[in-house]
Nanobody, 121 residues
Framework: QVQLVESGGGLVQPGGSLRLSCAAS????????MGWYRRAPGKQRELVAS???????TYADSVKGRFTISRDNAKNTVYLEMSSLKFEDTAVYYC???????????????WGQGTQVTVSS
């Protein structure tokens, strides 16, 4: 069973910073791409940032220059450094990973349970 466990959410003032972490655990062969999504109140879930196993990154236009995604393959962990936070960054943030459970299986998406980020003064 593969589990993704997020941590690091919380309440922060506008202009502040937070660091989210997501660690994958369980039995699996490999992890491909990893990413962070978010769902703000009343809105659909959107991709915030993603990173391939080789370290290539993509970002939503709304977070470019403010957020940085990184990963530690040895720890099966992905991070999201968020700075210059804005009110509109308030959302539940979800970790996602493409996991190959066994060499013979396809890559399947797994999700974390979500962590709340609230930007408020």
């Amino acid at each position: 069973q593969v589990q993704l466990v997020e941590s690091g959410g919380g309440l922060v003032q506008p202009g502040g910073s937070l660091r989210l972490s997501c660690a994958a655990s369980g039995s699996f062969f490999s992890i491909n791409g990893m990413g962070w999504y978010r769902r703000a109140p009343g809105k659909q879930r959107e991709l915030v940032a993603s990173i391939t196993s080789g370290g290539s990154t993509t970002y939503a236009d709304s977070v470019k220059g403010r957020f940085t995604i990184s990963r530690d393959n040895a720890k099966n962990t992905v991070y999201l450094e968020m700075s210059s936070l804005k009110f509109e960054d308030t959302a539940v943030y979800y970790c996602n990973a493409g996991v190959r459970v066994r060499l013979s299986t396809t890559v399947l998406p797994y999700w974390g349970q979500g962590t709340q980020v609230t930007v408020s003064s």
